[in-house]
């Protein structure tokens, strides 16, 4: 997730660090060749004409959501953890079980004594918890850094050595699964996501976490809607993404939200908060299996914890990870001249393809990723900021119509159409298999 800056388009760091933009997912080739003209101008030819394909988001089976940074590829962790987290958790269940039995074991008139002797010590024994505690408070606050470009405070608990080790292993895996399936360079979608991530790098070059690492590209011959990034800068992108974006402007911002992802170095903090909760519920687990009086009741009991960490805290981390990288993939955008207005579009574009296909809709707080609607309107509170950075980096101003009010526009003439087309026979005529012409920006 990084490239990006160029000469005469190119603001300063300062830009992103603004007291607005504070709170907010390898090639170094250029985006226009030699050309001075706007990025839609260029660009949308080459992806029509050249590509050989029209990017719209209805000719491709879009799966349920677009999985950037997918749970494997964001959050890499040491391979000692790796080996070691299962044997951690085993240990927890047999402390626990073994303490149980020890319990049960005891004659009454022991566990009397042992009761009595914790009454008066109650104290000495709170106390003693209190101490972990601030154990534990005490390791959290001293593992705190500042996150790039936004200076939000983030844990890290692993070295990021070991997350560079890790991805060369993961980038190793992947094109072994994708070998057969990668697109050559000469081919006119590799080279149309090669100049976007370049131009992307390019612009924002003036960020150190962009200009420090080598993009590499890869394009996938993939149906599924997909893009990832991996910490060290390799770039994966499906074709049926390609086939997904209407326009040039949102591939951008896509590939613009993946960089993020790496710049802010997403994968160490996720994998810093799992581990550090993980630690956590093994004590939970230990008391589980003590307390429960049977296996059965300590399993439900398990699960339930389980669940518990997975709803309330990883997955809402997850969301807050997506949402940061949105705003600081948008930022990137502006920096390159992108029209950034198209990005909630595509999002308003995934959702209505969800409801034509009449895919179920999940509820967010179940979901890793924030809902396509949410998104969009997310989106939409940022692009007034988006668009002073973009004037602030003497970009060419912006052409032709909003292309969120063309999408609408064209919204309010598919519901007409489908009016026209209902019969008393069919109330789901050709709504499975909509023919959509969506304009380009």
């Known amino acids: 997730h990084r490239n990006f800056v160029g000469k005469g388009r190119r603001c300063l760091l300062s830009v992103l660090n603004t007291g607005a933009n504070r709170n907010a997912h390898r090639s170094s080739g250029r985006f226009f060749s030699q050309s001075s003209q706007p990025l839609g101008e260029k660009m949308t030819p080459l992806l029509v004409s050249s590509a050989g394909h029209h990017f719209c988001a209805w000719n491709v089976h879009i799966i349920r959501s677009l999985r950037t940074s997918p749970s494997l590829q964001a959050a890499p962790v040491p391979l000692f953890w790796i080996i070691v987290k299962p044997a951690q958790k085993l240990l927890a269940i047999i402390l626990g079980r073994s303490i149980r039995n020890w319990w049960k074991a005891l004659p009454p008139d022991k566990r009397a004594l042992l009761k009595e002797s914790a009454r008066k010590n109650k104290w000495k024994i709170l106390l003693g918890v209190s101490g972990l505690g601030v154990v534990f408070v005490v390791f959290y606050f001293t593992h705190l850094e500042e996150t790039p470009i936004t200076g939000r405070a983030r844990l890290l608990v692993f070295g990021k050595e070991h997350f560079r080790e890790l991805s060369q292993m993961e980038y190793e895996m992947w094109m072994e699964e994708f070998k057969d399936q990668m697109l050559p360079e000469t081919d006119a979608r590799y080279q149309v996501v090669e100049r976007v991530v370049g131009h992307l790098s390019e612009s924002n070059k003036d960020v150190p976490e962009v200009s420090a690492l080598e993009w590499v590209i890869h394009v996938v011959d993939e149906p599924g809607v997909n893009a990832f990034v991996l910490p060290n800068g390799q770039v994966f992108v499906f074709t049926g993404l390609l086939e997904a974006v209407s326009d040039i402007h949102q591939l951008s911002f896509i590939l613009g939200h993946e960089i993020a992802h790496a710049v802010l170095e997403h994968a160490v903090k996720k994998a810093s908060l799992v581990h550090f909760l993980d630690f956590l519920s093994l004590i939970f687990l230990t008391m589980i299996w003590a307390i429960c009086p049977r296996d059965s009741l300590a399993v439900v009991g398990q699960w339930i914890q389980s669940k518990l960490q997975e709803f309330m805290f990883d997955r809402p ?115 499975s298999k909509p023919k959509l012409d969506f304009a380009h920006t």
Not at 324 to 348: I, M, N, Y
Not at 373 to 385: F, G, K, T, V
Not at 397 to 408: A, E, Q, T
């Open 317 to 431: 981390y997850s969301r807050t990870l997506e949402a940061e990288a949105d705003k600081v993939g948008l930022q990137f955008a502006a920096k390159a001249c992108v029209d950034v207005r198209a990005s909630s579009v595509f999002w308003q574009q995934m959702e209505l393809a969800e409801t034509i296909q009449g895919q179920p809709k999940i509820p967010e707080w179940l979901s890793t990723h924030p809902s396509h609607e949410n998104r969009a309107e997310h989106l939409d509170r940022l692009i007034p900021q988006a668009l002073k950075i973009r004037e602030s980096c003497n970009c060419p101003s912006l052409s032709g119509p909003d292309p969120r009010l063309i999408f609408r526009l064209n919204m309010q003439h598919l519901l007409e159409s489908s009016k026209d087309r209902e019969t008393p026979n069919s109330t789901k005529q050709d709504l």
